[in-house]
Every structure is written in C-alpha cells, then in structure tokens.
C-alpha cells in the first residue's frame, strides 16, 4: 500500500521556529473553540487558500473539496453565513491539534503538518467525534506574524457525520 505521508526533510527549522509554529495552531484551535471566526480570520495570509477535502480526494488528486476557499475575503463571506444567514441547531465544537511537525522551510514558507480531532456537542445529545485527519499548511510570516498561507484539513472518513458548518 502507498504511503502519501510526506517526507520529512533532515534541516527541518530551530525549536523557536516550532514554538511560533506551535502557538499559531494553539491560536487556531481556540479561536474555533472559543467561536471568534473573526478573530479566526486574521490568522490567515490575505491570498490564502483553505481547503477541507477527504483523505480519498487528496490521495488521488481530485480537485473536489467539502469547501473551498481561495482567499481571507471568501472565508470571511463563510464567516459572514455562519454569522448572519444560516439556521442550525446549537451546538458546542472543540478542536485538538497534535502531532505538529515542519516538514521543510522552502523559499514560500514552512511546510507543516498536524493531526486535527473535532468534537460536537448537539444540546440533549452526547458529545461524539465530528471529523480527525490531518492539515497540510503552508505558514508564512505577514504584517509581522506567522499567517496561513495554505490550510488543507483533510478527513479521514468518506463522510462527516453532521452538518459542517465551522471550520475544521
């Protein structure tokens, strides 16, 4: 079986470049858990692009994504939606990253991978596994700070349970 793991290079970064890396994605989670999309927003790079596709997609190389984002303005209309034009039902969402690791600093940034797990909390139901994969990002330093170039949550199941309404 073929392995799209990708290859850690042997000069991966210093350990300050992890730290920065680290407290992005630390950013990142709790802007999501604590529901500022905003907030959210401003983590990513201006010509950004975030994708959510399942890991059968990325594997073969289909351009399909679950959604697809292709600056911070569409993200910021997604943002928008789920702000002020979607109807659902209240729900408590919490996402772990674990497992961080540079893969490479090239000319356009530093490669990373994460592993991801999304929790759901529905009112009256129990807590269950929304989605666990992985992100395939691409970090650049803008206005300062580390920002998301490229964000790619890929799932690992051929579906998602519910609804998905928040970022991954």
Known sequence: MKS???Q?????PRATSHERVRALYDDYAFLLNTGDLEGW???????????IVSRENHSQGL??????CDSRAMLADRVAAIRNTQFFAARVMRSFVSGLRILSATPSG????????????????PPRIHSVGEYRDLVVTRDGGLRF??????????MIQTSLIYPL
């Open 110 to 125: 530093l490669e990373v991978t994460a592993s991801f797990l999304v929790t759901e909390a529905l009112e009256r139901e």
């Open 41 to 51: 927003l401003g983590l990513f790079a201006e010509d950004c692009s975030y994708r």
């Open 63 to 68: 351009p399909l994504a679950l959604v697809r």
């Open 149 to 158: 170039a490229r964000k790619c949550a890929i799932y690992d199941s051929p």
């Open 4 to 6: 799209d793991a990708p």
């Open 8 to 12: 850690v290079t042997s000069d991966e």
